[in-house]
């Protein structure tokens, strides 16, 4: 039986999930709400407990010198993940520098160009290219810009774009899950369970790119075998191409920023070993792309998607409702049940399970309440918890590839396409989303059952 503070709590997560999935409104305003009611409804009001509250906010944790330097690692498995947050907005200004000196436009040209402009080469190369490039920057920035030179090329070679720009999309989500940093759900498991940069890189690159080739073979195989864009590649010379070098705005500045690019990333895979936490890291790179560009900083901050650090925020203000109630661990208790507490049974149930839900619901509220989830599980079955994260972080990032609406850079995709004319239809971005989808994951289930699971 329920008691009134756990309803109160479920009820309210439940309202923003809903309000995520129904979309009519910004994301960022019912997380928000979601938050207040949690503060002023479950802890302060029915269990009158301040310090619950206090703990859900966390800012003690900014206060910590570990929080920066000395080894981070989370105090409470609960409330505010500043690491997260944090760590995302240095890299939105990071991204931003790169955006402004025409990096990702200058990428794809000489990509293309690299192939003669041959539409299948193109596609499986750019796939490769949201793939790497998904893997240290924000996924959904990759599409983003990925799509808009895609559309640009499409016109010029007189194909249509739509097939390539789900192959992008399914290789940036998949790419993204190779490392800590490459999606928002891998972020939040790293920072809260104190999982590093290698961690993810040692374990999950592996998987994901054997992965990622088969998707590629399947793309080879479809694209093929629809002659996709046969012919038009004689349409034009070379030269009525555009040029990568026009992409670049300022030479000088083009060069510091991809030096602020490297240095991060170098930072990132040895931040472990230089005892600095991630949100440290993307600090240093955030302030010296706000440093090279001077006049143009002001204009790098305002690109920050405030709504988005806003949600995650109070995202995991509503998630420690859930937490702090005692819900997550009712949860776990039934997940160990129905998995008779076997270690095996359980991890492929996240795997598929969280597959299951990321393709029809945002994974970000998913693995922010299946991260306490787990470390409960791991304590009710005695299995090793970082088998459980990465079965977690799989399942919900490749999952998310199976549907329009099953992770940001799937909307962000489809967005930019219908604003220049291609209209992806659910029917048409399943035909082609959902069979490399169900590949990568039964690719995923295998290397999970050899590597983590002792075999069949």
């Not at 895609?150 to 739509?162: F, M, P, Q, V, Y």
């Not at 054997?210 to 349409?235: D, P």
Request: aromatic fraction near 10%; proline fraction near 4%.
């Amino acid at each position: 039986m329920l008691t009134l503070s756990q309803i109160a709590a479920l009820a309210i997560f439940v309202g923003v999930f809903i309000s995520l999935i129904t979309g009519k409104v910004h994301r960022f305003i019912p997380a928000l709400v979601g938050a207040a009611l949690t503060l002023l409804v479950v802890f302060l009001g029915i269990e009158r407990n301040p310090q619950a509250a206090v703990g859900a906010l966390n800012l003690a944790e900014l206060g910590r010198s570990t929080f920066w330097v000395g080894g981070y690692q989370p105090v409470i498995p609960y409330g505010v993940n500043w690491q997260t947050i944090l760590f995302i907005g240095g890299m939105m200004v990071i991204v931003e520098g790169l955006r402004a000196v025409g990096f990702f436009r200058w990428l794809c040209l000489n990509t293309a160009q690299i192939v003669n402009y041959r539409v299948v080469p193109i596609a499986l190369l750019f796939m490769v290219l949201s793939g790497v490039l998904s893997m240290f920057l924000d996924n959904v920035t990759v599409i983003l810009f990925m799509a808009s030179v895609t559309i640009e090329l499409a016109r010029l070679l007189k194909i249509d774009a739509i097939p390539l720009i789900i192959a992008e999309i399914v290789a940036a989500n998949a790419g993204g899950t190779a490392t800590l940093i490459g999606d928002p759900p891998n972020i939040i498991i790293g920072t809260s369970l104190g999982l590093g940069f290698n961690a993810f890189l040692v374990n999950l690159a592996p998987v994901v790119w054997i992965g990622m080739a088969a998707a590629l073979g399947y793309f080879y195989l479809r694209f093929r075998k629809e002659k996709l864009g046969a012919g038009s590649e004689a349409s034009m010379s070379a030269a009525h191409y555009p040029k990568p070098g026009e992409a670049i705005t300022n030479r000088n500045l083009f060069r510091i920023q991809v030096a602020i690019l490297v240095l991060t990333v170098v930072l990132l895979i040895m931040h472990e070993q230089a005892r600095l936490s991630v949100a440290a890291v993307s600090f240093i790179g955030a302030g010296a792309t706000l440093a090279a560009s001077r006049k143009g900083a002001s204009n790098l901050i305002k690109g920050i998607d405030w709504r988005t650090l806003l949600f995650f925020f109070g995202l995991f203000i509503a998630a420690s409702g859930l937490e702090q109630t005692g819900l997550l661990q009712v949860l776990a208790n039934y997940i160990g049940r129905i998995s008779g507490d076997s270690q095996v049974t359980a991890t492929l149930l996240i795997l598929w399970v969280s597959a299951f839900i990321s393709a029809i619901v945002d994974n970000i509220p998913f693995v922010t309440i299946m991260v306490p989830v787990i470390v409960y599980l791991s304590q009710a079955t005695g299995g090793t918890l970082s088998t459980f994260a990465w079965s977690l972080s799989l399942g919900a990032c490749i999952g998310g590839n199976a549907t329009p609406i099953g992770a940001s850079a799937n909307v962000v995709g489809i967005a930019v396409a219908e604003k220049t004319g291609y209209r992806i239809t659910w029917r048409k971005f399943l035909n082609y989303a959902v069979p490399p989808t169900l590949i990568v994951l039964a690719i995923c289930h295998l290397m999970l059952m050899i590597r983590y699971l002792g075999g069949f």
